[in-house]
């Protein structure tokens, strides 16, 4: 179908034209013609002719102004005839110029509008002047002149003063357009050398904390200060199938390609991702540029960032664990404890494999999840993250087989959930004790003592549940990971468990 189009002779304007504007490349916006992010206006519009039951004059009008010539009967619009804004004086109908009138392809007159009746001018007497003559004189009666009152035998002052007006329009016109393809130019320029800097939202310590989940300002830079010093002997991941050579490491070390991120940008990228579970699409525009350098940044920076990072993660001396109690652990009972235990899970996308669907499901979630184990000393400071496991791996599982065990000595005691109280004989063989609250025997009702038991061990087990509450802090951990992060869960859980130990204790003192 030729679709809609300018009926007026000779106008080639028409909806092929505004898709072809569409596709075209804004400057100003970085982005196309016609989509949400750029608001310039298109070259014309496409106007519908008045229908004929609404102003019937107004489309008659339209037709005679339009003038098209058909063989052996008059023309009518059809429903893809339009006429476009450039034929109108006001860019459209309004009320002052409701017709086309401009460029309509033919010399004859149009009808700008119903003008009121002019006034005659009336007959003026022009009185003779007398005349002697040789033989006599003679009065010569008085003339009547009538003043024909036709259009070109007046002088107009109105449209001389709208032509001057009209060329000074031009002319503030042409400059402005000089002046806008210059401003254009500029933009252009500044976003191609100098993009925007999305350090500058750093600018406080709010901000840090809710863009990158650090305490302060200071925490984050200070983290910067420690990995900056190896960023020359980084190599930004280029995908699974690219193998580097010496030949490609010795021409790496000769040209380094200059990149449109600062260090600093990157690393805040990174975090930005973790922190608030952003698409890498929306990281590309924020940061202006490629979806594909914002995945091999985020790869690249979470391998480099764990790191360093994994080492703020330790599990204490005793000593200093004890020196450091906060007041509920003082008393003898709960003095020896350096261990407090809990499995946390976190949504991923459906696995593709049908055996790894079986591995990932949760009965307790009710999705498919990566399980987790956290261990945190009584002050609240993290000194163990496991990696992650499937869904449906148990709590005694993982605690036995992610490395937990290797960090218990004589004399520890772990304080945990009745979930792991299946552990106890595990425990006994390396000479340390599992504290968990009692439970429920068959029907009867808990005595006093074990109530008050529970208690007890609930307001201490807490504090695990309030640093695995500070890890979901970062958002890529509350939402569904997608498949290709889920590589990435092990590097993740150790950075997220990095910074919160940035934080102050968790206990009051």
Known sequence: ????????????NGDKKLKQWREGWCTIHSTHFGTGRCT??????????PTESKDSYARSVWIRNVNRQMSGRIWTPNQDSRICSIHFVDGEATLTHPYPTLLLGHNDRVITGRQ??????????????????????????????ALVDHDYFEYCNTCVYKEGELRKLKDQLK?????????????????????????????NDRKVRFYTGFPSKSAFNAVFSVIEPSLKKVRYWKGPSYQCTTLHHKKFQKQRRTKKLSPKEEMLLTFMKLRLGLLDEDLADRFQISVSYVSRTFTTWVKLLKVFLKSFVFNAQKDDVRENLPPSFRSPKYSKVRHIIDCSEVFIEKPQNLQHQNQCWSDYKHHHTAKYLVSINPSGMINFVSDCWGGRASDKHITLHSGFMDIIEPYDCIMADKGFSNLLQEFTLLHATLMTPPGRHGTS????????????????????????????????????????????LDDILKIISGVCNLYPPLPKY
């Open 1 to 12: 179908m030729p679709g809609r189009h300018c009926c007026v002779l000779g106008c080639k």
């Open 40 to 49: 310039c206006d298109p070259p014309f519009k496409l106007i519908t002719f």
């Open 116 to 145: 009121p009746p002019k006034e005659r001018t009336a007959a003026v007497t022009v009185p003779c002047k007398k005349r002697k003559s040789n033989s006599n004189e003679v009065d010569l009666c008085s003339t009547n002149y």
């Open 175 to 203: 400059v402005l357009k000089e002046e806008l393809s210059i401003c254009k130019q500029k933009i252009v320029n500044q976003s191609k050398f100098n993009p925007p800097k999305m350090v500058s939202l750093l600018c």
């Open 445 to 488: 009702q808990m005595p006093a003592s074990d109530v008050a038991k529970t208690k007890e061990i609930a307001n201490r087990r807490i504090f695990v549940e309030q640093a695995i509450r500070r890890m979901k802090f970062f958002r890529i951990l509350k939402c569904e990971v997608p498949l290709t992060l889920c590589q990435h």
